[in-house]
């Protein structure tokens, strides 16, 4: 068996650019920043910025290029592909990107708030509950023994 599939939940590093093929199909490309953290063996914080080039097709590609713009929270899932092409200069070049098949707008930045404005209750309360941003977890050092896992 085999997956090619790609979900990827960041904000856009620039606004969506929407383009029309000669068929007359839409389609709209934009890039989307991710980050991770963790700890190194010093216990020391370490961040990574990672980007990922997102082409939409359709009415999808449509939609995108109308709402969404640069630092909205989105989540791409998708499968990855690597166009190649000859460059002007005669060089071959690459490009890895994940074509779209769903993109759901809005996705919450870190800390909770969609930066929408909230939903009114039915009692009139507009109050919302807030998120906290997820802790880091320290985890313990490697020092376990295969053995001693049940399964």
């Known amino acids: 068996m085999y997956l090619n599939k790609a979900l ?14 000669p068929s007359g199909s839409k389609v709209t490309t934009f890039s989307v920043a991710t980050n991770r ?10 961040e ?6 997102i082409v939409v097709f359709g009415r999808q590609a449509e939609t995108s290029a109308q709402y969404l713009k640069k630092g909205s ?4 899932e998708g499968r990855i592909q690597t166009r190649s092409w000859d460059g002007q200069d005669g ?3 690459y490009r890895t990107e994940v074509v779209a098949d769903r993109v759901q707008f809005g996705a919450p930045p870190r800390g909770g708030d969609a930066g929408g ?10 109050a919302q509950p807030v998120a906290s ?5 320290d985890y313990p050092d490697a020092d376990e023994n295969p053995e001693d896992i049940p399964f």
């Open 48 to 53: 990574a910025t990672d980007y990922h080039n």
């Open 73 to 76: 929270g989105v989540l791409v």
């Open 8 to 21: 990827i939940a960041g904000n856009l590093t620039r606004d969506p650019e929407l383009k029309s093929l």
């Open 37 to 46: 953290v963790w700890f190194d063996a010093n216990k020391q914080k370490q």
């Open 117 to 126: 404005a909230p939903a009114s209750s039915p009692s009139g309360n507009n």
């Open 91 to 93: 060089k071959k070049n």
């Open 133 to 137: 941003a997820p802790e880091m977890v």
